[in-house]
């Protein structure tokens, strides 16, 4: 079965590509227009997302805010998050991966570096959220 990935960004031109990128590599994808869509389809969803991809800078609810819910959720608690931002400086960064993010990328950005960040957690013989919660 395929692994679903919810991607979750206001720009529907990141979203499509991204979405494109991933589905050529096999995943399941969701997407969501900003944060508290993203909620929304998470909760509305029979199944576990097993990674999330997300934009920081969106309407109604923003990135910090959506991997800080996600956090305090059981179910999403060691979900993989990488942050798909346009905000590059290191404040930036340190505040994504303090908020909970797994990983940073910032836009542009290669799919192939995207497909390898992804596979990174989706892909290894042991489960993410499984070496995440023995740290």
């Not at 905000?87 to 930036?92: K, Q, T, V, W, Y």
């Not at 290669?110 to 740290?135: F, G």
Request: with cysteine; proline share 4%.
């Amino acid at each position: 079965m395929a692994k679903t990935i919810l991607v979750v960004d206001d720009s529907p031109t990141v979203v499509k590509f991204v979405s494109f990128s991933l589905r050529n590599s096999g995943y399941r994808v969701v997407t969501a227009c900003d944060g508290m869509d993203a909620i929304e389809k998470i909760s509305g969803m029979p199944d576990r997302v097993d990674l999330i991809i997300t934009d920081l800078n969106m309407p109604n609810l923003d990135g910090y805010a959506l991997i800080g819910t996600l956090r305090q959720n059981e179910v999403h608690r060691r979900t993989p998050i990488i942050i798909l931002t346009s905000e590059e400086s290191a404040h930036e960064r340190q505040r994504g991966l303090e908020a909970g993010a797994d990983s940073y990328l910032v836009k542009p950005f290669k799919a192939s570096l995207l497909r390898d960040e992804v596979s990174k957690y989706l892909e290894a013989d042991e489960p993410y959220h499984t070496r995440r919660q023995r740290a």
